[in-house]
């Protein structure tokens, strides 16, 4: 299994930017995706997740109406469009197979998105 994640860059307040997890290793179509970030010296926090089919989408409440989910299983691939964004965005942004918190699962590496001025 891997995942690997890439669009995450330096981009100034109420920019906008698109997060790409690509898949590899496991049949893309029976796994829900999520994504997570994590902020220096803190534990993941889940962003935003979207179940197998893509029909069922949940957002953290922090960034519900600015950021978007979405998968794309021709291409293994799976979306987070940011928009708005805001310097507490800042953080280090991760792929994971599944949508349930509580369960382990794979992990992409990581990519980074800074939001400053």
């Known amino acids: 299994v891997q995942l690997v994640e890439s669009g995450g860059q330096l981009v100034q307040p109420g920019g906008s930017l698109r997060l790409s997890c690509v898949a590899s290793?496991?049949?893309?179509?029976?796994?829900?995706m999520s994504w997570y970030r994590q902020f220096p010296g803190k534990e993941r926090e889940l962003v935003a997740s979207?179940?197998?089919?893509?029909?069922?989408?949940n957002y953290a409440d922090s960034v519900k109406g600015r950021f978007t989910i979405s998968r794309d299983d021709a291409n293994r691939a799976v979306y987070l469009q940011m928009t708005s964004l805001k310097p507490e965005d800042t953080a280090t942004y991760y792929c994971?197979?599944?949508?349930?918190?509580?369960?382990?699962?794979?992990w992409g590496q990581g990519t980074q998105v800074t939001v400053s001025s």
């Open positions: 979207i179940n197998l089919g893509g029909r069922n989408i």
């Open positions: 290793g496991f049949t893309f179509t029976s796994y829900g």
């Open positions: 994971k197979r599944g949508t349930n918190p509580r369960t382990w699962d794979y």
